[in-house]
């Protein structure tokens, strides 16, 4: 009887439910606007024949560097340009170009000395590794131990209080400190730019714990003079040299510090004492680099309001996968994230059939997972929109996958089954958001909406794990969508046949029906602790949040005024600046780059006053849109 459920029939019902839930729902009193019967055109079918496409053989698992990848990207432009959506790439097209670097050690020029007590030893490749962070380039200085290397001034936590490690050495232990929010912490306040906004030279990081065994592998081992990694060429700018020790010369030169590493790890989430260490180190680290150019793929849909259309809500899915394998073996990455690509391509195409009175970004990033590398380029580099007006991001990340009844296998402990899915950061910064996301899945597709991952003490950070948090440490409201880690998760066997394609309807559904209902909504979404961007276009005036300058702020914090065109040289109490990490920068306006119909977009350089830091950040004031280069005096 099964076989009767032809995918036909299954809509023909779909529709008939949607339309009347949507006659109720207009009358409901939540004041949430009625969802169209467009969104029967999003069906199993629909999803199936992209899906079938982006997981094929030919398409060879859509691997970021792969040369082949740009198909995968002309295939979603395609749709979007036959949707009728506008490209938000270069030159008018949908492709959105960025460059990223791909590093291997060189394995012999990599080396380090540590002079300790009179004595000098070295240490070759293998004894340490370089980190992915690492530029390539060489230092030397005393070695200062600054614990986890955290410090917020806004979180009230400093591991580099009353410590001096200009032009030396920092040694870290990775992991988050207790009391501290990691989610709150701004690129300036962890690892490599807390390190650079103290003056320190160089970073020499202890094994995180929950690698220490792996990397005592011979796997590890073998394979690590070939392991690749990959960032954008905007992030690798201005890094310091890092290296990652292996677990076995951590313990031997942890010992002759006078430290103990055991006892650093089983500390845990306990305070550590940092303090400067009687040693010296001169590391050199040498990689082997390439460039390579990739894009996201975005369009651009206008919304029906005059007013409204001028903000827009995001849907998004990384289209990217994995390297083929050495065998030849693809890795189709049919749930991760063949069936989100093939969701949002079913959303935009529901968008376009009755457009909202809000407009729409549709965006499909690269390079996710090598690093969250292509919505990292939109968000911090080159937003395609200004992200001032984005109101939402709902990103989906696999919704491809259930639970077959009586499947005991351990990895797929935690896979949602049919009727359930996980949804991760709702409620973070919108209470809002998180409130329409329930109201309407109980109107619509009544699944079960599963929380486990969004606690923040959920060991696997999966709220940090996809191109969201992207969106969400500027600020904005996010969720995002995941059926769980499975038995075929980053496995060749990864393919289209084991997709629950009347699961993966229903979530699609469910994200077209929540992101419908916020961009019609009479509103914005309401922030947690109001919004973090002040401003009044009219008298060209504008309050930054001197804690929060890049990311969301939930804080209490210092407002510094400053006025458009103004330059300033020095700071006063109406200097325009703020702070990271206990550094001052002051803003200068270097030139107007861009007007919009409805603000302009101006390039300021914020100049530290005194460490070598260079950073580019962004933030919205009222309609105006302020890119601001953080960079160094020199
Ligand atoms: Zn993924």
């Not at 070695?143 to 290397?149: T, Y």
């Not at 690590?224 to 990652?244: C, F, H, Q």
Request: charged residues 25%.
């Amino acid at each position: 009887m099964k076989h009767f459920k032809s995918p036909f029939i299954h809509a023909l019902f779909a529709s008939i439910f949607a339309v009347s839930v949507a006659i109720y729902a207009g009358a409901a009193p939540a004041n949430l606007a009625p969802v169209p019967p467009t969104v029967d055109s999003i069906t199993p079918t629909e999803l199936r024949m992209h899906l079938e496409f982006l997981a094929s053989d030919e398409l060879g698992g859509r691997f970021t560097l792969a040369p082949n990848f740009g198909i995968s990207a002309r295939y979603l432009a395609s749709q979007l340009k036959a949707y009728g959506y506008k490209g938000l790439g270069d030159h008018g097209d949908y492709l959105q170009h960025f460059d990223v670097i791909s590093s291997k050690p060189d394995t012999v020029k990599t080396t380090l000395t540590i002079t300790m007590g009179g004595q000098t030893a070295t240490y070759n490749f293998g004894d340490f590794y370089p980190s992915t962070t690492s530029t390539d380039g060489e230092a030397q200085g005393q070695i200062v131990f600054v614990g986890r290397g955290i410090s917020s001034p806004s979180q009230k936590h400093d591991d580099y209080a009353g410590l001096d490690v200009k032009n030396k050495i920092v040694l870290i232990v990775p992991g988050n400190a207790p009391g501290v929010d990691p989610s709150k912490l701004g690129d300036n306040e962890t690892g490599q730019g807390a390190a650079r906004a103290h003056g320190a030279v160089a970073i020499i990081q202890l094994p995180p714990k929950r690698f220490a065994a792996f990397m005592q592998s011979k796997e590890f081992k073998e394979h690590a003079g070939e392991r690749e990694s990959v960032k954008l060429a905007k992030d690798a700018e201005g890094k310091l040299p890092a290296i990652t020790l292996s677990p076995e010369t951590a313990d031997k030169l942890f010992n002759s510090m006078g430290l103990n590493l055991k006892a650093i790890y089983e500390a845990d989430k306990k305070p550590i004492d940092p303090k400067a260490l009687d040693a010296s180190a001169k590391l050199v680290v040498g990689l082997r680099q390439e460039r390579v150019t990739t894009q996201n793929v975005v369009g651009f849909l206008e919304g029906t309001d005059p007013d409204l259309k001028k903000e827009y809500v995001t849907f998004s899915a990384h289209y990217d996968h994995l390297k083929t394998g050495p065998g030849g073996e693809i890795y189709h990455g049919a749930d991760d994230d063949g069936s989100g690509t093939s969701a949002i391509l079913a959303i935009a195409h529901a968008m376009s059939l009755q457009r909202p009175k809000r407009s729409v970004m549709i965006i499909f990033h690269a390079g996710e997972e090598l690093g969250l590398l292509g919505s990292a380029y939109n968000a911090d580099y080159a937003p395609a929109l200004p992200l001032d007006r984005m109101v939402v991001d709902l990103n989906i990340d696999m919704i491809g996958r259930s639970k077959p009844p009586g499947d005991s296998d351990e990895a797929d402990k935690h896979l949602t089954d049919a009727h359930t899915i996980y949804l991760v950061g709702a409620d973070r910064i919108s209470p809002e958001l998180n409130k329409l996301s329930e109201q309407t899945n109980s109107d619509f597709q009544k699944l079960k909406l599963d929380y486990f991952y969004n606690d923040p003490n959920e060991p696997e950070r999966i709220y940090f794990r996809s191109d969201h948090w992207n969106y969400a440490k500027h600020g904005i409201p996010i969720i995002f969508y995941f059926d769980g880690v499975h038995v075929d998760y980053h496995k060749p066997t990864d393919t289209v046949d084991k997709i629950d394609f009347t699961k993966m309807t229903a979530v699609t559904k469910l994200v077209f029906e929540t992101g419908w209902r916020i961009a019609n909504l009479d509103h914005r979404l309401k922030r947690s602790g109001g919004d973090y961007v002040f401003g009044d276009p009219d008298q060209r005036q504008m309050t930054i949040c001197g804690n929060c300058f890049n990311q969301p702020c939930f804080s209490k914090f210092s407002k510094l005024i400053f006025r458009l065109g103004d330059t300033v040289a020095k700071r006063d109490k109406n200097v325009p600046g703020f702070e990271i990490g206990g550094t001052l920068f002051i803003l200068n306006i270097v030139k107007k780059t861009y007007d919009h119909a409805a603000g302009v977009e101006t390039t300021y350089r914020a100049v530290s006053t005194k460490n070598n830091r260079r950073k580019v950040a962004r933030v919205g004031v009222g309609h105006a849109v302020v890119f601001a280069v953080i960079e160094s005096q020199k």
